[in-house]
């Protein structure tokens, strides 16, 4: 039960493929296209696995501060997935040669004439904003190494103190994410536009990332279990999961109909024109696909227990949430970004190149840990789900 994730080599390849069509997307992308384009699409796809991996984090903090028991045996997985912040600093470090192609708040003759910026320019200004990309990584390695490094030690002494000081160090992340992933999407994703903002914004990308990180979880416990690991995966740990699922497909719901429906109603100019070019414009139809697909369809599908405690009604449900979460994004960032929607090559190839990454460096670090954390305290609770 406590094995190692074997990696084949049939799947190396494949992610290695993958990767390199994501690099000739980019390549493309950057030749045939607007330079605007290819940044925007590279900022799309590095937000989006790096909140898939933070919101996978966030998750495996949580199981430690309330002492669950159910989810013990899989929390190797999002400690697996947390691997991805030192490659996703890599590549955000990269988005500074973009910076003046996404932001208008960049440029200081643009600063210097708009009286909106001017008031913000302390806040957004490159070497800040810099500052704070830095500060925010560094934290969030650190304590994600400080918590894997506590669960490999405790596989070797077992004991409650190790399990202790785990829960202390969740706190802890779980405090400090809330702040600098909020603040990480201000900086990102919501300055694309500097003169508009909204204060649902960030918490309904905060939900986004637990949501889908949570999603993205259940999928790859499901699919290591059909390879025949998590022997101890039952139904009502499915059934769990998906509970995980939904409630969080209702939460991100909530946030996205309280954010659209205030901005609705008050109809005050400086707030809808987020929402005129999505709404109104070419962006129509995937304005409400992004509803359909992230909050009705699951909110709806899971409701039935046979499909919440099917591992193959999960994974299809999740594919369709992996979907929603990069329409959801693609709305976020390509109407203040590019001239004109389309999706094309460059967005499908770029997507796909950088879930070859992702998955290869999840696949790598399973391979080099333990899948079980065999002396947990609350491993046979874990085991015994059923009973």
């Known amino acids: 039960m406590d094995k190692k994730v074997q990696l084949s080599g049939k799947f190396k390849i494949a992610m290695i493929i993958l990767i390199v069509v994501g690099l000739i997307s980019v390549a493309i992308g950057f030749i045939t296209e607007d330079g605007k384009r290819a940044w925007a699409n590279l900022l799309l796809n590095n937000y989006y696995f790096l909140s898939i991996a933070l919101g996978a984090t966030f998750w495996l903090a949580i199981q430690y501060v309330t002492q669950s028991g159910w989810s013990t045996a899989y929390i190797r997985v999002p400690m697996a997935m947390s691997n991805y912040f030192i490659i996703s600093f890599a590549l955000f470090a990269i988005m500074f040669l973009g910076v003046h192609d996404l932001y208008h708040w960049s440029h200081p003759e643009a600063v210097a004439l708009d009286p ?64 600098s992933f909020s603040l990480f999407t201000i900086d990102w994703l919501m300055s694309l536009d500097a003169h508009w903002y909204s204060t649902i914004y960030v918490v309904k990308k905060f939900i986004m990332a637990f949501f889908h990180g949570a999603s993205v979880i259940t999928a790859i416990v499901i699919i290591l279990n ?136 999840v696949g790598i670090s399973l391979s080099k840990i333990p899948s079980v954390p065999m002396k947990h305290p609350y491993l046979i609770e874990s085991t015994t789900h059923d009973h």
């Open 116 to 179: 909106v910026l001017q008031h913000k320019a302390p806040y957004l200004n490159i070497p800040f904003f810099a500052i704070r990309f830095f500060i925010f990584f560094v934290l969030w390695i650190f304590l994600t190494w400080r918590i894997k490094k506590l669960s490999l030690q405790e596989d070797k002494i077992g004991g409650t103190e190790l399990f202790k000081k785990l829960e202390m160090t969740s706190k802890i992340f779980i405090f400090v994410f809330a702040v």
């Open 226 to 361: 059909k390879l025949g690991y998590f022997p101890m995966l039952t139904k009502k740990h499915l059934h769990d999961f998906s509970r995980y699922i939904w409630a969080l497909s209702l939460i991100w719901g909530y946030m996205w109909l309280s954010q659209y429906i205030l901005i609705w109603y008050a109809n005050i100019p400086e707030e809808t024109v987020y929402y005129i070019p999505r709404e109104m414009g070419e962006y129509k139809a995937l304005f409400y696909t992004e509803l359909i697909m992230n909050w009705t369809f699951p909110f709806f599908f899971l409701m039935w227990n046979r499909i919440a405690k099917s591992a193959n009604w999960l994974l299809f449900t999740v594919s369709v949430l992996i979907i929603g979460q990069w329409v959801e994004l693609y709305m976020s960032i390509m109407p203040n970004t590019i001239d004109s929607h389309g999706i094309s090559f460059v967005e499908v190839g770029t997507f796909i190149g950088s879930m070859g990454l992702f998955a290869l460096i």
